[in-house]
Structure formats: structure tokens, C-alpha cells
């Protein structure tokens, strides 16, 4: 499925109805340039599952858990990982194979390491459609 989103508030709105519809155990790969909004996504994606808690990219922890929605949250940013095996370090199995979601930033860097029932997100901007323009494929979900 295609959408299109003319904002930063359409873009976190999308994220947050993904978000209602979660289930225990999804894992969804968000992949986009640096800047297309994949933490304005994350976050409202966040909020449809019921977490109040400020939300931000994890860049330099490369997790982020919140667990006080609906459904745990087990937010990866891998941008900053050397060597996919890295994530075995941190545990990754419990989380892709847990009963929260997992939404993982910059897949791509890690994807033989993602289990294939694994959803996509790509996010990518358009500057001849605007500035704020971001067209978002969403699979699997």
C-alpha cells in the first residue's frame, strides 16, 4: 500500500492508525534517508499504541524501550552498528521473537538478521511534489 502525506502531522497521524492496529510479535523494518521522518512516524506510531511517553530515535542506544501502551515497543535505531552481530549483544532475539513490536530503523543495515515475517515502511520524499511531501510504502502490515 502506497500513501502519500503532505505533513509531519499526516505522516505521525498514518504512523499512529499503524500503530491501533499493532499485534504482539510484528516486527517492521522503517527504512528512508536521514530526515524523511521515520521518528515523526515512529512517534505516532508510538501513540496508537498508547504510550504518552516522550518518544526519540535511539541513535546512540540503539534501543529504546516503552512499555506502557497496549503493547511493548522495542524501538532499534541501527544506523550506528559496525557488524550486524552486534545486535546479538544486545539481545535481539528476545525482542524480535517477544510479544511487543519491534520497529527497527535503518533495517537495511541488519536484514539478514530480521526474521521474514518482517512488515516494511520506506519513506521517501519528493521535492518536485513540496518540501513536506513524503510518499510512504507500507508491506506486510
Known amino acids: 500500500m502506497i500513501y502519500e502525506t503532505m505533513s509531519p502531522q ?3 497521524e498514518l504512523g499512529e492508525k ?7 510479535g510484528q516486527i517492521i523494518c522503517l527504512n ?10 515512529t512517534q505516532g506510531f508510538a501513540k496508537g499504541l498508547g504510550i504518552k ?3 526519540n530515535s535511539p541513535t546512540f542506544t540503539i ?6 501502551g497496549r503493547l511493548p515497543l522495542y524501538h532499534f535505531d541501527v544506523y550506528r552498528i559496525g557488524e550486524p552481530e552486534e545486535m546479538y549483544e544486545i539481545g ?10 519491534c520497529l ?10 530480521i526474521p521474514e515475517k518482517a512488515a516494511t515502511v520506506l519513506i521517501e520524499k519528493n521535492l518536485e511534489k513540496g518540501l513536506d511531501y513524503r510518499q510512504i510504502t507500507v508491506e506486510g502490515i
Open 32 to 41: 528512508g534517508d536521514l530526515g524523511v521522518g521515520k521518528t515523526v512516524f
Open 53 to 55: 511517553e516522550s518518544v
Open 63 to 68: 534501543i529504546q524501550i516503552y512499555d506502557e
Open 92 to 101: 535481539c532475539e528476545d525482542y524480535f521473537f517477544g510479544e511487543g513490536v
Open 10 to 12: 499526516e505522516t505521525f
Open 104 to 113: 527497527i530503523e535503518w533495517s537495511k543495515l541488519i536484514e539478514e538478521l
Open 18 to 24: 499503524l500503530g491501533q492496529k499493532a499485534e504482539p
